[in-house]
């Protein structure tokens, strides 16, 4: 059986992403995602909710992220979190970002579902509950970057808009690496025709992604689309890492689809750090 991508740590707060020893870096990259055990939430967010945005305590949001942080053993003005819209709208985070969303919402970085950063010492964060998130990151040019993507932000090719935004800053997509986490699975994925045809307008092909089932609603592989958006935007099938992990079979993950909206979030995150 092939590895499983994100690797639990011992306490299960989060999971390790390691995109395998690239050599070529100085820097110290750090990335993963966080699970929902080990925080202080009560139900339905109980318990490691990171997301300030829905109904929970702020201020045991802002413990469950220092629980975190002291995890990773990087301070919370570190951290930079956007506000995110589902929408395709990418931001380059510098230094003079650090702290932005990382203790409260209102700092957030505006409408934004993907950043990226070439500067160490800053975490970029973002917040998932099924939806997809996608790590990028360029050993050679020592770049970092995260999406949030859903239906709605794959189906706007957020992962090609990133692979294209750093083309054009001169770095090849042979020389990024992506992973693309745990996410809702096509076996939980359940989606209407809407859904659908917005798959069929931005993929090839787009068959391949999807099973019709027989009350006229199709299962959905939303983390198979946005690895052919990965592959359309010129990244090698090797540099595609993908998780196995299901947030809604699995009791690891807050999942949106299966506690009806009613939960908590996640967060993916990704830096680097001196070396
Ligand atoms: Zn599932």
Redesign the pocket.
Known sequence: MRKELFQDTDDHTSLALHFGDDGSSKSKLKAGFSTRHNGVSKEPFASLNLGFHVPDHSLDVLTNRKILSNKLDTPLEHWVVAEQIHGNEIAHIRSADKGRGATEHDSAIPSKDGLYTDEKGIMLGALYADCVPLFFYSPSAERVGIAHAGWKGTTKDIAGEMIQRWQEDGIDPKDILTAIGPS??????EVDDRVIESVIQVAFDSEQFFTRNENDTYQLDLKAVNKHLFLKAGVPENNIFVSDY?????NLFFSHRSENGKTGRMMGYIGLEEG
């Open positions: 809702i699975g096509s076996c939980c994925y299901c947030t809604s079979c699995s």
